[in-house]
């Protein structure tokens, strides 16, 4: 039977790739993916053949990586992070769905063996940098729009702040959106301090890795690019210092036994 591996191959160190993950790779004779990913598996892609298709296509991406493992190739679909998280997993499953409806002329996509292999996502990597930041309870917020109603995000950041949970801000700015994280750092403003602790990761975990510690109302838009991680804490996070080591965590609520 024909396989295709869907995966998540971390936020760029090597060494955050899962066993799993390495396997899989190896297994496979096609990878497809945005080529900058693919280029940060280095030594892993030896001998391997790769379908590389720019920022915007992933559609394309996901298409061709069902038709090639149709074709009998052992293909893997590589995203950065977790490919179930704001990647390319859900579509895979959209295309198959609409196969199922008959709204799609790709019948030998069902006799594809899909196997779905998490990643480390760059929440968790940011998290990880910063000490125990993700705690207590946690959500994770798109802010871009292209796909998402911006009524539905803004309900969403409210639901959020109302909530008082930890939040991970994907896709917090690009060229084209320069002005949804002022309003989201405006709206969590209303639900818990200007003092809240604020983690900004760039390039997590590559070499060119730069972590900030800031409060929530020193968060600006113009710090922040399409590869930065935006963590916020909830009204208890606490940013802590030693020297010249620096600390986010949040508390689960041990104070009470301790």
């Known amino acids: 039977m024909s396989k295709l591996f869907v995966m998540g191959m971390g936020p760029g160190d090597l060494g955050l790739v899962t066993p799993n ?16 990913y693919l280029n940060l598996l280095g030594d892993l892609s030896e001998g ?21 493992a149709a074709e009998g ?14 990647a390319m997993a859900t579509l895979v499953f959209e ?24 990643g480390i996502s760059a929440m968790q990597a940011g998290a990880s940098r910063v000490g125990a930041m993700l705690g207590h309870d946690f959500c994770t917020i798109s802010l871009s729009d292209l ?9 969403r950041l409210h639901a959020c ?17 320069d002005w949804q994280l002022n309003h989201a750092r405006d709206v969590l403003l209303q639900y818990r301090p200007a003092t809240t602790p604020v983690m900004i990761g760039r390039q997590l975990t590559r070499p060119e890795e730069m972590i900030r510690f800031i409060t929530l109302g020193e968060l600006d838009a113009k710090d922040v690019d ?3 991680m935006v963590s916020v804490g909830n ?17 689960r609520g041990y104070s009470k036994k301790l």
């Open 48 to 68: 391997k053949q790769f379908h590389d298709l720019p920022l915007g296509e992933e559609i394309g991406r996901a298409r061709l990586a069902l038709s090639l």
């Open 147 to 155: 796909l998402t109603p911006w009524e539905t995000i803004d309900k």
């Open 161 to 177: 702040g109302a909530g008082d949970f930890v939040v991970s801000f994907y896709n917090p700015v690009s060229k084209k959106r």
């Open 21 to 36: 993950a390495t396997r899989a790779l190896a297994a496979c004779s096609d990878w497809v993916g945005y080529g900058y």
């Open 226 to 228: 399409m590869f930065t």
């Open 73 to 86: 190739k052992t293909t893997a679909l590589i995203s950065s992070g977790d490919i179930g998280i704001y």
């Open 235 to 251: 009204s208890d996070s606490k940013h802590i210092v030693n020297g010249q080591k620096e600390w986010i965590y949040t508390p």
């Open 95 to 118: 295309l198959l769905d609409l196969q199922l409806q008959g709204k799609e002329s790709h019948p030998e996509w069902l006799d594809v063996d899909i196997e779905v292999i998490p």
